[in-house]
């Protein structure tokens, strides 16, 4: 009925109901000597919604005796027809019985007129009537306009915000001020292995194409567990769980989201492979602490927020992992409870951290969520004969070493190798390295791997995970597995 108030200056259209032809002829003559009434006459009753319809008018006038039908059964009709449930409905009959009056209120009237009133009564009470309903009909339209802005808005907004977010900014007067709250939250970050590397072998529109699917399809799980995304970091995330809505168990909901996002991870792989895309590896880092949480920035730019130590620490935990690794924190286990599956535990010295802490890789989680990931595999490493001989520097920070050390790749298998070396690696530690053929021929100076055990101490051999594999060490390997036995 909208398109109700695109009528001339508010005019007035009357459908009467009524199957007396004198009555319809006097209504008539009647408003025929008005300049802003339209008078229509239905004179059976059975036709009456269905011509309402058609007509939409500004207000009905109706008979109740009329021999088609009820005239109160009509008023029902009218009522429970959408197109006609909110246009005024006046009464005009002969009948002045409070019962029946009282009747033909509780069934949606709104209006009841004797016959047969003054004229300047009735005109007045048409106008009255026309008035109330386009004047609603305006509203109801400005309220659907704003709806669909606001829906826009919220739209729009959810692309740069979480859900909850948005919807605290838009429905909460305090949503945009100024200022934190300390409060004990779980922070996720993820971030995609050798992505860089992946990068600067790909054409820009297929890099897009990459970190956009990736990012796409994270952040269904981060969502679906209540979490917050605070920001894309390229090709990294960071979010956090039990904010802005408090949540007691937001240290679960964050480890089984991580576990969801590998599981994703290797879903999109199947797919990035048929649209000729690389496969991507992606590790997990989750802490569990209080941070300052609010809305930072100027009042010209404003961004909700999380900052503190623990912040700081979830991305030097997520440094330890290796792609396919969800590594969490001690207060995170603790959060969590017994629920989870641990399938390691390491001690690291964080940059910035005074004492060494423990972290855990997890595997799984029961209760209520009940996820895992797949078992891990037995790797079975091949002994190279004649082993390689590489060269590596030890990652610190973002720079590798100046000086490199001399090894051999002395074992090798899918994407673990072992090296053997005058120079000790510890655990976890990053490195970059240079690897040669047999022939001393340089194959690649841009492999990178992460030490994941020491094997012996003499000589110091360590054990690595490649973390980072141009095409042509992956050529280089393959030919080494078609090797194997």
């Known amino acids: 009925m909208v398109d109700v108030i695109r009528q001339d200056a508010y005019r007035s259209k009357v459908l009467l109901v009524d199957d007396e032809d004198l009555v319809g002829k006097l209504l008539r003559r009647l408003t025929g000597r008005e300049g802003d009434i339209d008078f229509h006459h239905c004179r059976d009753g059975r036709l009456a919604v269905k011509t309402a319809d058609e007509l939409r008018p500004t207000v009905i006038l109706q008979d109740l005796m009329m021999p088609e039908i009820d005239g109160l059964e009509l008023v ?25 009056k009282a009747q033909a209120f509780s069934l949606g009237a709104n209006d009841y007129l004797v016959k047969f009133p003054e004229a300047p009564e009735l005109l007045a009470r048409i106008r009255y009537h026309s008035m109330a309903y386009i004047h609603l009909q305006e509203r109801n339209e ?26 605290e900014v838009l429905e909460s007067p305090e949503g945009l001020k100024l200022g934190g709250e300390k409060r004990v939250l779980t922070i996720l970050m993820a971030d995609l292995k050798g992505f860089t590397l992946i990068s600067e072998t790909l054409p820009p529109q297929k890099v897009v194409a990459l970190i956009n ?15 917050t995304i605070n920001e894309f970091l390229g090709d990294a995330i960071l979010a956090f769980f039990g904010a ?3 949540d007691q168990d937001h240290a679960a909901q964050a480890v089984a989201c991580a576990l969801e996002m590998q599981r994703t991870l290797d879903r999109l792989n199947t797919d990035n492979l048929e649209k000729g895309l690389p496969e991507i590896r992606m590790g997990i880092g989750i802490n569990t602490g209080e941070v300052v949480l609010g809305n930072f920035g100027s009042v010209k730019r404003t961004k909700y ?35 989870l599956r ?5 001690v690291v010295s964080p940059k910035g951290i005074r004492e060494s802490i423990s972290l855990y890789e997890v595997g799984g989680i029961g209760g209520a969520y009940e996820i895992c990931l ?38 090798f298998g899918g994407s673990q190798g072992e090296i053997l070396s005058d120079r000790r690696c510890r655990r976890l530690t990053d490195l970059k390295i240079r ?42 390997f393959t030919k080494i597995d078609n090797r194997a036995p």
């Open 76 to 100: 029902r009709r009218f009522r429970e027809n959408p197109g006609t449930r909110e246009v005024p409905l006046v009464v005009l009959s002969g009948r002045n019985d409070p019962q029946v």
């Open 244 to 246: 802005p809505r408090p």
């Open 305 to 339: 927020g999380a900052v503190g130590k623990h912040v700081n620490l979830v991305s030097r935990i997520e440094s330890y992992t290796v792609g396919g690794q969800v590594l969490i924190s001690q207060s995170t286990l603790d959060a969590c409870g017994p629920i």
């Open 142 to 167: 400005a309220f659907a306009r704003l709806e669909r802005a606001h829906s826009f808005i919220r739209r729009t907004f959810g692309r740069y915000v979480s859900e909850d977010v948005a919807r």
């Open 435 to 476: 690897l040669f053929d047999s022939r001393g021929k340089e194959v690649t100076s841009d492999l990178y791997a992460k030490v994941t055990r020491e094997v012996a101490h003499t000589p110091p051999t360590f054990r690595v995970h490649f973390t980072a594999c141009p095409p042509e060490a992956r050529s280089f």
């Open 342 to 346: 641990i399938e390691d535990r390491m």
């Open 374 to 411: 797949p078992e891990k595999a037995r790797v079975h490493l091949l002994n190279l004969k004649p082993p390689p001989p590489v060269e590596f520097s030890i990652i610190e920070g973002k720079q590798a070493g100046a000086a490199p050390f001399r090894g051999r790749l002395v074992r």
């Open 213 to 227: 699917g990736f990012l796409e399809a994270m952040t269904e799980p981060i969502h679906k567990y209540g979490g």
